[in-house]
């Protein structure tokens, strides 16, 4: 066996426990009802929750990552920069479709993969994230709750194609041997 | 027969006010009338080791501790009550190397918001009913990352027990390239 890892010793001894199971002793089986999960569902989807206020900071706090990340130079630690665009995209995305605007949740969830993925803040990143910002303050401000419908699939089909442009444009042309 | 969750307590750490008496209605609803709230981490694990809950849901991003350090805590310090305490993390994340980052902490389920009370439930029953084993390592104390036993796992075997099992045949490979299932 050791010549399998050469001459080292095993990095990671794993040890494997088995704790007992308190939570199935205590609540025994059988589940819950139908009826208990469908009230449970009808108290989350008519909650009265005013969205705006809690969206209004978070959009604010977006609006602050973005002016920093103008000031981003490469000695700069770019996931630290990145973070204060990422954290309120992610609760917009995240706290959206539990108050009644899902359309939010769509928008931010395409600025949260698009954020997650570019090298850094450059001008062109940060003029669609700036488009991301304004488009999600117009549907707050305009209380465009639900999907959006189709207006809604257009405005996120819209994005996703300047995201999908922007890295068009810095992703250098793959070059065929035919080609040289 | 029904789950009887008036049983046991669980405690909720939420930073977001709405979201957190949304959760704690619907936990009411569930039948869990013993919710204890935190507004973050810090607060978070002194309400754990004063209340000592039979399950945690924790929402990930928080000031000034997260739900991720909240987690190495429960799992690492010797103040914890129970090491083996289950703990679903709420988040907005849904990228692979998020839910890397949360496994990697000793997290139970993972749960993306926006939810809805039937996916709440899921990783309940799931701790209910299909409990993980823990592992402990050098590097690491938590549920067993790899729960789903893949025929086809191809990546490196490092485990005693691989080698106990003859499945050593593979070399380290750098961590990029593990591949646990999720």
């Known amino acids: 066996m050791s010549s399998t890892h050469y001459n080292q010793e095993l990095k990671r001894r794993a040890k494997f426990i088995k704790p007992p199971n308190k939570l199935k002793q205590k609540v025994g089986s059988g589940g819950l009802s139908e009826e208990i999960l469908q009230k449970a569902q009808e108290l989350l989807e008519h909650n009265t929750v005013e969205f705006e206020p809690l969206a209004n900071i978070y ?122 | 027969m029904t789950y009887q969750f008036d049983n046991i307590c669980v405690l909720i750490v939420e930073d ?32 754990y080791c004063q209340h000592k809950p039979d399950l945690i849901i924790t929402d990930w991003m928080m000031r000034p501790v997260d739900g991720i350090s909240l987690t190495r805590r429960v799992r690492n310090d010797p103040m914890s009550p129970d090491q083996f305490t289950p703990v679903i993390l709420m988040t907005g994340f849904s990228e692979r190397r998020r839910v890397t980052q949360a496994r990697d902490s000793g997290v139970t389920e993972f749960l993306v918001k926006p939810f809805n009370a039937r996916d709440l439930y899921r990783r309940i029953t799931q701790i209910v009913e299909k409990p993980r084993q823990f592992v402990r390592s050098e590097d690491f104390f938590g549920p067993d990352r790899r729960r789903k036993k893949k025929d086809d796992y191809a990546g490196p075997h490092r485990r005693m027990d691989d080698v106990e099992k003859g499945l050593t045949s593979q070399v380290f490979l750098d961590d990029t390239q593990q591949d646990y299932a999720t």
């Open chain 2, 16 to 47: 977001n006010q709405p979201m957190l008496d949304l959760l704690k209605s619907i936990l009411n609803t569930f039948g869990i009338d013993n919710v204890v709230c935190a507004r973050n981490g810090e607060e978070g694990f002194k309400a």
């Open chain 1, 59 to 180: 959009l604010k706090n977006l609006s602050y990552g973005i002016e920093s990340a103008k000031s981003y130079s490469t000695i700069d630690d770019v996931d630290h920069t990145l973070s204060f665009m990422i954290y309120p995209a992610m609760q917009l995305k995240a706290n959206g479709g539990m108050f009644h605007y899902p359309l939010i949740t769509g928008v931010a969830d395409r600025l949260v993969q698009f954020l997650e993925v570019i090298e850094e803040p450059d001008v062109a990143a940060l003029e669609i994230i700036l488009a991301f910002h304004t488009t999600m303050r117009a549907i707050i401000q305009g209380k465009i709750k639900g999907s959006g419908g189709h207006h809604g699939e257009e405005l996120i089909s819209a994005l996703d194609k300047a995201c999908t442009r922007y890295f068009d444009k810095i992703t250098p042309p793959v070059i065929e041997f035919e080609d040289i």
